[in-house]
């Protein structure tokens, strides 16, 4: 994450840029440490940050720590990180992820969780 704010002149840099451009310093980033390629998604509001290959690949709770511990060091601002599966992780503040936590281990489907986290319905 520091390292992604300094390609981008700082935290300031990074808000400043757009989110394809932080994602493209991320996946370089991630790269070079040879941790596999990056991707994101989008679901309405929702960053949804995709990881394939690398070392780490089957440790999702870790990367799902990496990806918010980078966002946030990137951006200066609190972050966080929740697996969804095959690879993806939701990026949002603590509160967003843990009410997203809440919802998947109650069994809802991401869809119908970012869904009513937005304030509509599937």
Same mark, same amino acid.
């Given at each position: 994450?520091?390292?992604?704010?300094?390609?981008?002149?700082?935290?300031?840099?990074?808000?400043?840029?757009?989110?394809?451009?932080?994602?493209?310093?991320?996946?370089?980033?991630?790269?070079?440490?040879?941790?596999?390629?990056?991707?994101?998604?989008?679901?309405?509001?929702?960053?949804?940050?995709?990881?394939?290959?690398?070392?780490?690949?089957?440790?999702?709770?870790?990367?799902?720590?990496?990806?918010?511990?980078?966002?946030?060091?990137? &951006?200066?601002?609190?972050?966080?990180?929740?697996?969804?599966?095959?690879?993806?992780?939701?990026?949002?503040?603590?509160?967003?992820?843990?009410?997203?936590?809440?919802?998947?281990?109650?069994? &809802?489907?991401?869809?119908?969780?970012?869904?009513?986290?937005?304030?509509?319905?599937?």
């Amino acid at each position: 994450g520091q390292n992604v704010a300094k390609r981008l002149g700082g935290t300031a840099g990074v808000r400043a840029a757009s989110t394809e451009d932080v994602v493209n310093a991320l996946a370089t980033e991630n790269a070079l440490a040879g941790l596999g390629e990056v991707s994101l998604e989008r679901w309405g509001r929702a960053m949804v940050i995709g990881l394939s290959g690398g070392p780490l690949a089957k440790q999702a709770e870790l990367l799902g720590g990496l990806i918010g511990g980078a966002i946030e060091a990137a &951006t200066g601002s609190p972050a966080s990180g929740v697996s969804i599966g095959d690879g993806k992780y939701f990026v949002g503040s603590t509160r967003a992820c843990e009410r997203l936590r809440s919802y998947i281990t109650s069994g &809802t489907s991401f869809g119908e969780a970012i869904a009513r986290m937005q304030g509509g319905a599937s």
